[in-house]
C-alpha cells in the first residue's frame, strides 16, 4: 500500500515569505496523521484540501514554538466546524499543563474531546499501536527533550505458538530538531523514507553544536549509514533563500536525497 506525507510547513523557528514552520501530514493505511504543529497550520490544511475528517492523531516532536503554536487555533477551528470525532495529542507532559487553560479560557465547550497521552521524548516507546499502524519515539538530541517518530505499516502474522509477530511493511521515520547522532540508526535502518532536519550548510557548521541542529550533509550522512531508501530535507534556517544549496550539499554524501517545499504530496 502507497503512503503519501504532505508537506504543510518545512522553515525552520524564524518564519519567512518562503516556509511557515514545521507541519505534515501522514497518511498510512487509509489513516492521516499530523506530524507537528507550527503556527498556520490549519490555513495549510484547508488550503491543500487535506481531510481533517481521517485525522484522529497528532504527535508532537517538542515544546519549541515553531512546532506546536498551531495547535490551539487548528483545535478551536475544529470545533467550529462541529467536529465530534476525539483528538489524540502525544506529547511531552508539559503541553496539556500549558494548552488547558487555553483550551478552557478561549473554548468553553469543545464539540469534542481531546485527549492528550504524554510521552517521554527520551526513551525509544511504542506510543500508538492500532490493526495496521504503529509509531514508536526516536529519541533525538537537542537543547529541550525531543523525539523523532518512526511509522510502521503492519500485519500480524502467527508465530506457531498461539501469538503472533509483527510484520513491517512501509516504514516512514520523521527526525525533528536534532544536532548529529547516530544514537538512532539501527531503529530507522532501511526505511522506506527519512525526513531529517537539515537547517544549516556547512558554512554554519560552527553553528550546530551550540544550537543543536543539523546541516543537510550530516542528514545525508545519516540517511547513507541507514540504508534508506529517500531522504527528504527541510527546517530550513532563514539565513538560506537558495534552498537547492542544501540538496547540492547532500547528494554527493546520498543520491537519492529531495527538497521539502510547501504544499508538496510526496507518495513513497
Given at each position: 500500500?502507497n503512503?503519501s506525507?504532505?508537506?504543510?510547513?518545512c522553515g525552520?523557528?524564524?518564519?519567512?515569505?518562503?516556509?511557515?514552520?514545521s507541519?505534515?501530514?501522514?497518511?498510512?493505511?487509509?489513516?492521516?496523521?499530523?506530524?507537528?504543529?507550527?503556527?498556520?497550520?490549519?490555513?495549510?490544511?484547508?488550503?491543500?484540501?487535506?481531510?481533517?475528517?481521517?485525522?484522529?492523531n497528532i504527535?508532537?516532536?517538542?515544546?519549541?514554538?515553531?512546532?506546536?503554536?498551531?495547535?490551539?487555533g487548528?483545535?478551536?477551528?475544529?470545533?467550529m466546524q462541529?467536529?465530534?470525532?476525539?483528538?489524540?495529542?502525544?506529547?511531552?507532559?508539559?503541553l496539556?499543563?500549558?494548552?488547558?487553560?487555553?483550551l478552557?479560557?478561549?473554548?468553553?465547550?469543545?464539540?469534542?474531546?481531546?485527549?492528550?497521552?504524554?510521552i517521554?521524548?527520551?526513551?525509544?516507546?511504542?506510543?500508538?499501536?492500532d490493526?495496521t499502524?504503529?509509531?514508536?519515539?526516536?529519541?533525538?538530541?537537542?537543547?529541550?527533550?525531543?523525539?523523532?517518530?518512526?511509522?510502521?505499516?503492519?500485519?500480524?502474522?502467527?508465530?506457531?505458538?498461539?501469538?503472533?509477530?509483527?510484520?513491517?511493511?512501509?516504514?516512514?521515520?520523521?527526525c525533528?530538531?536534532t544536532?548529529?547522532?547516530?544514537?538512532?540508526?539501527?531503529?530507522?535502518?532501511?526505511?522506506?523514507?527519512?525526513y531529517?532536519?537539515?537547517?544549516?550548510?556547512?558554512?554554519h557548521?560552527?553553528?550546530?553544536?551550540?544550537?543543536?541542529?543539523?546541516?543537510?550533509?550530516?542528514a545525508?550522512t545519516?540517511?547513507?549509514?541507514a540504508?534508506?531508501?529517500?531522504?527528504?530535507?527541510?527546517?530550513?534556517?532563514?539565513?538560506?533563500?537558495?534552498?537547492?544549496?542544501?540538496?547540492?550539499?547532500?547528494?554527493?554524501?546520498?543520491?537519492?536525497?529531495?527538497?521539502?517545499?510547501?504544499?508538496?504530496?510526496?507518495?513513497?
Open positions: 500500500m503512503a506525507l504532505t508537506i504543510l510547513g525552520s523557528a524564524r518564519p519567512t515569505f518562503q516556509n511557515s514552520p507541519g505534515q501530514v501522514l497518511d498510512l493505511c487509509d489513516k492521516s496523521f499530523l506530524i507537528d504543529c507550527g503556527e498556520g497550520t490549519q490555513l495549510h490544511i484547508a488550503r491543500l484540501g487535506v481531510r481533517t475528517s481521517r485525522l484522529y504527535f508532537i516532536s517538542h515544546l519549541h514554538g515553531d512546532h506546536c503554536y498551531g495547535l490551539i487548528l483545535l478551536s477551528t475544529l470545533s462541529h467536529r465530534l470525532q476525539p483528538m489524540h495529542i502525544y506529547a511531552h507532559a508539559d496539556e499543563t500549558l494548552l488547558r487553560p487555553w478552557s479560557y478561549f473554548g468553553e465547550e469543545y464539540s469534542y474531546d481531546i485527549v492528550f497521552h504524554p517521554n521524548p527520551r526513551k525509544r516507546e511504542v506510543i500508538f499501536e490493526r499502524v504503529m509509531v514508536e519515539t526516536i529519541p533525538l538530541k537537542h537543547s529541550v527533550p525531543c523525539c523523532g517518530f518512526l511509522f510502521s505499516e503492519i500485519h500480524r502474522q502467527p508465530d506457531g505458538e498461539g501469538g503472533y509477530v509483527r510484520v513491517p511493511h512501509k516504514r516512514y521515520a520523521y525533528s530538531d544536532r548529529y547522532t547516530e544514537t538512532f540508526l539501527e531503529q530507522i535502518r532501511g526505511v522506506d523514507m527519512l531529517h532536519e537539515s537547517t544549516y550548510l556547512n558554512e557548521l560552527h553553528l550546530c553544536h551550540h544550537v543543536m541542529h543539523s546541516t543537510a550533509e550530516q545525508a545519516i540517511a547513507q549509514k540504508e534508506v531508501g529517500r531522504l527528504l530535507l527541510g527546517h530550513y534556517s532563514a539565513r538560506v533563500d537558495d534552498h537547492e544549496l542544501f540538496l547540492n550539499e547532500a547528494q554527493p554524501v546520498f543520491q537519492n536525497t529531495q527538497l521539502a517545499h510547501e504544499g508538496d504530496k510526496i507518495e513513497f
